[in-house]
């Protein structure tokens, strides 16, 4: 169950498992010694229903070093904009993280975000540990 006194926090679990195993923060410039891991966070995706062909032929995935924020939120408000049903996912959040996670332009409600973080808990419980405790599942 997600905290009432921080709902972000199963979306942090295993990021700031990793920062602690790893120490403090390098300084600035250097690499941290944690990184994201896309092989657990394939694990992840079943349990989210995300496991679907047809999401990944209507998915826009945003890097770069500048401007990825604003590039994700004029890309989901022209999707809007023609009628489809457009979700994103930045970072980090404005208020709190659940203004990162928006449908149409709109932040989750506080009961839909609980309750996703909720799944979230359910789904890292059922994950095998990290083969290296400087992976972790990224909050995004």
């Keep these: 169950m997600t905290s009432p006194t921080n709902p972000d926090a199963p979306f942090l679990t295993e990021w700031l498992a990793a ?3 790893t120490g403090p923060p390098p300084p600035p410039g250097a690499s941290p010694p944690h990184r ?7 694990l992840v995706v079943p349990s989210l229903g995300l496991d679907r062909p047809d999401l990944a032929q209507r998915t826009v995935g945003v890097v770069g070093s500048k401007g990825k924020g604003t590039a994700v939120l004029y890309t989901a408000a022209t999707l809007a904009a023609a009628g489809l049903r457009a979700g994103s996912v930045t ?7 659940r203004d990162r996670i928006r449908i149409n332009g709109t932040a989750l ?5 609980r309750q996703l973080g909720e799944l979230v808990t359910k789904t890292l419980a059922r994950l095998p540990p990290p083969a290296d405790p400087a992976e972790y599942i990224s909050p995004s």
């Design 19 to 21: 920062r602690r195993a």
């Design 109 to 113: 409600s506080p009961a839909a975000y």
């Design 91 to 97: 970072g980090p959040g404005l208020r709190s993280g």
């Design 36 to 42: 994201g891991s896309r092989r657990r966070a394939a």
